[in-house]
């Protein structure tokens, strides 16, 4: 039997990571280890920080990323890709010349035969008006079809800076760390959704670009997958167990 794949927020192109063509071939280095134990491959959102499709054009770059996504998916490893808050504005790009498998909200899937709860987590358990408030206007059809009036040498360069500005505003560009179960708000949804849907054995998040592996019962994982900035995690499930991993180059990976 072969493995299933976690993995999250790469933020691709960010102008606030200095080394990100390292970290584009160390992700591609990373799917190239797994390709041949690989029965599917999740992406939980934010691989790019910014992307936009146009009618006919899409932001330049991700050569190495975008070809070995095709490469997986033609070898006949399922790619499955959840929009995050950066990656909203997927269309049909990565579907139909990359093969893989567009969400755009939460799912509840079946997995090796246990039961997963997939997001990318924004707005999930969060109560910050502000940040609702940006998320419903970057889900808005009207405000997509506008933006989409710039031509792609001034929109891209703006959602891109509009990017790098809010890393930025963060403490060394990262995100805070752990809070505590009763802090936390994927935490916090995740019980509150075990409440009324007990039978999930995994919730799997991005977003919050911590590692976290938490038991919530006796039945039911709670894993945030980390980044692919800083910490290169990911987790991974043979059917029977789940690791929360930290790629190193040149280690034999699960």
């Not at 992700?27 to 280890?33: A, G, H, P, T, W």
């Not at 889900?139 to 509009?162: A, I």
């Not at 995740?190 to 919530?216: C, Q, S, W």
Request: proline letters at 3%.
């Amino acid at each position: 039997m072969k493995n299933v794949y976690f993995l999250s927020d790469a933020h691709l192109g960010s102008r606030a990571i200095e080394h990100s063509r390292t970290q584009e071939r160390r992700l591609v280095n990373f799917l190239d280890s797994i390709k041949d134990k690989a029965e599917a491959i999740y992406l939980l959102g934010d691989m790019f920080d910014f992307w936009f499709e146009y009618r006919l054009v899409v932001p330049k770059g991700y050569t190495r990323f975008l070809g070995k996504l095709s490469e997986l998916t033609d070898s006949g490893v399922e790619v499955h890709y959840f929009i995050g808050n950066h990656d909203i504005w997927c269309g049909d790009y990565l579907e139909k010349e990359c093969g893989v498998t567009i969400h755009r909200e939460p799912v509840t899937v079946d997995i090796l035969g246990k039961t997963f709860f997939l997001a990318h987590g924004d707005g999930l358990g969060d109560p910050d008006k502000k940040f609702k408030f940006l998320r419903s206007l970057f889900h808005s059809r009207t405000c997509q079809f506008l933006f989409r009036m710039l031509h792609p040498r001034w929109g891209v360069d703006f959602g891109l800076s509009w990017a790098k500005h809010s890393r930025l505003k963060r403490e060394d560009g990262k995100e805070p760390p752990y809070m505590g179960e009763d802090n936390e708000h994927l935490v916090l949804f995740a019980k509150d959704y075990l409440k009324t849907h007990p039978d999930v054995n995994y919730f799997m998040f991005g977003h919050r670009h911590i590692e976290l592996d938490l038991i919530l019962n006796r039945q039911t994982r709670l894993m945030i997958l980390g980044d692919w900035i800083y910490q290169f995690s990911y987790a991974v499930f043979d059917g029977e167990h789940m690791f929360l991993e930290d790629f190193v180059e040149g280690d034999s990976q699960p």
